[in-house]
């Protein structure tokens, strides 16, 4: 059976629409946090019948991107992107049932994919820049008609650049899926094993991005204090969340007296 058959297309092409719309969510429009990969990720999965790939996947790259923040001149890799077409390339590449080692395949191909997502989103801020531009340029009530329409066409250049990135990077993905199956299977447990140490890696990244120093010594204590008491007393869950809470009481407090 070919990659790509006619119900393969209308899905790609069915991906590339939610994916380019969930895209204005990040910078463009609303920004109601539904571009975030913890949410991107699931969404996508369960339109696609693999609910548990997209949260592995959003869970995943959320923690690895959830700092890198588009403030002043810095642009940050386009996780939405990552994680939409991540998704996507694992359920539609396992019939919406994606194992460990695809789904660790389809995040290092589409994390591999960061540097031209973050070219392509560079110079598309550059021309709607220079849209902004042209029309403030403009005089009376002709800056006011110019104004709009660049700022639809901001819009517009914002979804289209999402839109066409979806059909390069899914299909692509999907052709690699289909070499994946002729690795050896060394290869496979690999990416098996590397999804399962991800998690450690973005909460590394996180720590190393807060900079240690300024992690809160509640937050640690409080930490090492619910590992014990679930691990080594095996308490209630309920007495776990309310030491936290406590913990954290006790933090507020503590700080409004210092100040």
């Known amino acids: 059976m070919p990659i790509f058959d006619l119900h393969a297309v209308a899905v790609i092409f069915g991906v590339a629409l939610v994916g380019g719309i969930l895209g204005l969510d990040r910078t463009a429009a609303g920004q109601f946090m539904i571009s975030q990969p913890i949410v991107a990720g699931p969404l996508t999965g369960w339109l696609l019948g693999d609910t548990a790939a997209g949260l592995v996947i959003g869970a995943v790259l959320e923690l690895i991107w959830v700092l890198d923040m588009p403030v002043g001149a ?25 194992t460990p080692d695809l789904i660790g395949f389809s995040i290092l191909l589409t994390t591999a994919m960061v540097p031209i997502t973050m070219k392509v989103e560079g110079a598309v801020r550059t021309y709607n820049s220079r849209l902004a531009d042209r029309a403030a340029s ?75 120093r300024n992690l809160d010594l509640f937050f640690l204590a409080g930490f090492v204090a619910a590992a014990v008491m679930i691990l080594v ?27």
């Open 74 to 98: 810095f642009v940050p890799a386009d996780s939405t992107i990552g994680a939409v077409s991540a998704t996507a390339i694992a359920a539609l590449g396992s019939a919406g049932n994606a």
């Open 138 to 212: 403009a005089a009376g009530e002709d800056a006011d008609r110019k104004l709009s329409r660049a700022h639809l066409s901001g819009l517009a250049v914002f979804f289209l650049k999402s839109f066409v990135l979806y059909l390069v990077f899914v299909p692509a993905g999907l052709i690699a899926v289909s070499l994946l199956i002729h690795l050896p299977l060394t290869v496979h447990r690999a990416l098996a094993m590397f999804v399962k140490l991800l998690p450690l890696l973005g909460a590394a990244l996180v720590v190393r991005k807060l900079s240690i």
């Open 233 to 259: 007393l095996h308490a209630h869950a309920w007495i776990v969340v309310f030491s936290v809470a406590a913990a954290g009481y006790a933090e507020v407090r503590y700080s409004e007296r210092r100040s």
